[in-house]
């Protein structure tokens, strides 16, 4: 049986959990230089851990963003990460759930996400095509890109994502 996971906030206190948790969950990726610039962002995110036993097991990022020629609040959801032994548990999900259960209490209209449909569809996401991400994806990530819209209704926004400045690293956007 596995045992609970709680979920919340992050606090500066989970820097070193969080640090050590994304080589383990991605090792073929090195997602720690852009996670340490958007904890260090503070004020333009929000950090849910999951925490078993007082370990950090999963991790995820809301960062908020822009849509040039757009006055509405947008966020970009990630890095979402839980550590292999407890994958497929839940944790990643109630991790973005808690994420869009705060960003739609504070407003947020859209959330966009870039990663996999088959996961992200699950809370909605789908397909986005009006607005680009920073940077040109490759054709073969088509899909890939979504969005949800947190008000409740059928938000079409046209422009560029204009993210903050962790997230200006091409590398982050292609292969």
């Known amino acids: 049986m596995t045992e609970k996971t709680d979920i919340r906030e ?6 070193t959990g969080i640090e ?11 997602l720690l230089p852009v996670v340490r610039e958007l904890l260090a962002e503070g004020s333009t995110i929000l950090s849910f851990v999951g925490t078993a036993e007082g370990a950090i097991v999963g991790h995820v990022i809301f960062t908020t963003c822009t849509v040039s020629g757009s006055p509405e609040n947008v966020s970009l959801l990630g890095p979402l990460g839980v550590i292999p032994d407890r994958q497929k548990q ?6 973005v759930r808690k994420g869009l259960e705060r960003l739609k209490q504070e407003g947020t ?3 966009f996400v870039l990663g996999d449909p088959a996961y992200y ?4 996401f789908a ?14 990530w088509y899909g890939a890109w979504q969005s949800l819209s ?3 209704d059928a ?8 993210v903050p400045k962790p997230w200006r690293q091409r590398a982050l956007w292609v292969a």
Request: proline residues 13%; aromatic residues 8%.
């Open 90 to 95: 839940g944790i990643g999900s109630a991790l």
């Open 109 to 111: 209209s859209v959330v």
């Open 121 to 124: 569809g699950r809370f909605g």
């Open 150 to 152: 947190l008000s409740g």
């Open 10 to 15: 992050s606090t500066p206190d989970d820097v």
């Open 155 to 162: 938000m079409k926004l046209q422009g560029t994502l204009a």
């Open 20 to 30: 050590q948790l994304y080589p383990e969950a991605f090792p073929d990726e090195d």
């Open 127 to 140: 397909t986005e095509d009006g607005v680009q991400p920073p940077y040109p994806l490759p054709e073969e």
